[in-house]
């Protein structure tokens, strides 16, 4: 296959960025893997290369670290590599621990977006998708969001920091004159399950803090009861409501983005484009445990517990810009997607 890209995923050992790297590859991209594995484990990057048929380079460099981080893009420079674009992952993600520590998810977060964006500019790299999330839009007052809704007020410091993030990657489109910066921000709802093969899925160190892997570990005996977390929100069944769509869709909307960053690249003019990534359907959190144990036949221990702190009530998608700009859209079912969940968890009870 004729690699001509080389596209460097911060995060790559993680939950999205691994999945996103084998479909990278499938599609002909060459893929650099770089995460410090404050959240993954090597294990990630072993699955990723048994599935695709290219030894895939990986660097354990933090973000943050700015002569590391310039060495990566200089020894694929070296190797006839030049890095030609970034998907930037790495983050911390739990938003329960952020309210706990906000100045970790500030410098984790924040600290190694800004240091990415100069590192960028150093080596001249001037395309970037970024993991952004349904977040910035805080409590909405209207749903379905879509990208022209209100960025209200972070709910949480992880949101804040998206928020951020953001802004910085808006200026920086803005600012960097001598190159013509080009941007996507991907606003994610919920990605659930696994690869189908279920060589790759979610492995989160410690106890999981979302939803579907609490629930797999739960059904698989492997950790206390699930709680849920409110059941006296404004819902129709009081539990929260949430847009989850399957890992390989938000996969593949990571190829449509880079393909369209490349296409762009015609024309000779900054941009930074947001999009929402999601089903257009809201699913509580109740739902989706009964719809876990209809789709698998086992049962999912759980009890009723209190609302946990920066969580939104409810919140899904209007994704009709990706359907229309990066001709991405949602293919695979919730119970498929649950389905998926549970092979992978399987492999581990
Ligand atoms: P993850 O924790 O599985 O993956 C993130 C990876 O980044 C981990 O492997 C971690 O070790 C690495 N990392 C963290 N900080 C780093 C740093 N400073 N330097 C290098 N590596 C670092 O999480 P994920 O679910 O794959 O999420 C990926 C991205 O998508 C994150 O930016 C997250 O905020 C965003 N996102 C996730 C969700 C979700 O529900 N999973 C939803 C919306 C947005
Ligand atoms: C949040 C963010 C999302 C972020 C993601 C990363 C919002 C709207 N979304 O997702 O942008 O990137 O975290 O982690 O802020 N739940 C339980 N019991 C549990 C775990 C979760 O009831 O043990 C409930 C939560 O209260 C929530 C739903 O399940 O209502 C989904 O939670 P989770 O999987 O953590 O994702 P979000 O919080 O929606």
Request: glycine letters at 8%.
């Amino acid at each position: 296959m004729n690699r001509t890209e080389s596209i460097l995923v911060t995060g790559g050992a993680g939950y999205i960025g691994s999945h996103t790297a084998v479909s990278l590859e499938k599609a002909g991209f060459r893929v650099i893997l770089l995460d410090n594995l404050c959240n993954s484990d090597i294990s990630a990057i072993e699955g990723i290369r048994s599935l695709v048929d290219y030894d895939v380079p990986f660097y354990q460099v933090d973000c943050r670290d700015k002569e590391s981080l310039g060495d990566v893009f200089q020894s694929e420079l070296e190797n006839g590599t030049p890095i030609t674009g970034v998907i930037h992952f790495a983050a911390l993600k739990a938003v329960g621990e952020s309210v706990e520590k906000p100045d970790l998810y500030k410098d984790n977060n924040i600290g190694g977006t800004r240091v990415l964006l100069e590192v960028m500019k150093e080596k001249g790299v001037s395309k970037l998708v970024f993991s952004s999330s349904c977040t910035v839009y805080g409590e909405p007052e209207n749903v379905p969001v879509n990208e022209s809704s209100p960025i209200l007020p972070a709910v949480s410091p992880y949101g804040f920091t998206k928020q951020e993030c953001e802004r910085l990657i808006q200026d920086h489109t803005k600012r960097v004159t001598k190159q013509t910066f080009q941007s996507v921000l991907l606003r994610y709802f919920n990605p659930i399950g696994a690869h189908p093969s279920s060589v790759i899925g979610e492995s989160p160190k410690g106890v999981p803090n979302n939803l579907v892997p609490y629930i797999c570990k739960s059904a698989a005996g492997l950790s206390k009861p699930l709680i849920v977390f409110g059941t006296d929100y404004p819902t129709p069944d009081g539990s929260c409501v949430r847009d989850y769509l399957h890992i390989m869709d938000l996969a593949e909307a990571h190829v449509s983005a880079i393909n369209f960053l490349f296409d762009k690249s015609q024309i000779n003019r900054p941009f930074c484009r947001a999009f929402n990534l999601g089903t257009g359907v809201g699913t509580s959190v109740l739902e989706v445990i009964k719809a876990f144990e209809k789709v698998n036949g086992v049962s999912v221990p759980h009890v009723l517990g209190g609302r946990r702190s920066g969580d939104v009530v409810s919140i899904w998608s209007e994704s009709l810009r990706a359907k229309s700009e990066l001709g991405w859209y949602t293919k695979r079912s919730l119970e498929e997607s649950l389905k998926d969940a549970w092979n992978w968890q399987k492999k581990f009870i």
